[in-house]
């Protein structure tokens, strides 16, 4: 009776060692491309980092003006006509 189980038993073994052989490979794979993504987006954080480090904070106020917030000069005052009036324009006379 031995005799006659035998092969089957290496056989089954071979073919249950196989599959768990698969889902180990399957695994380690899995592991692989999500530490391969994890490893991207560091990178890009790593650039992103660099790049704010190249840039100046903020530019240095010009001379005179103290350092302060200015407001803008008026729209007439830079050689750009001024705003028309609002409303609609004047109809004839009755």
């Known amino acids: ?17 196989g599959k768990v052989d698969e889902l180990i490979k399957d695994k380690i794979e899995a592991v692989k491309e999500s530490k391969a993504k994890e490893n991207e987006e560091q990178d890009i954080v790593k650039q992103q980092n660099m790049y704010a480090q190249l840039l100046p904070l903020a530019l ?23 705003m028309p009036p609002f409303g609609m324009p004047p109809m004839g006379s009755y």
């Open 60 to 82: 240095p106020a010009p001379p005179g003006m103290g350092g302060g917030f200015a407001p803008p000069p008026p729209m007439g005052g830079m050689g750009m006509p001024p």
């Open 1 to 17: 009776m031995i005799d006659f189980a035998f092969p089957y038993l290496l056989q089954f073994i071979r073919e249950y060692t």
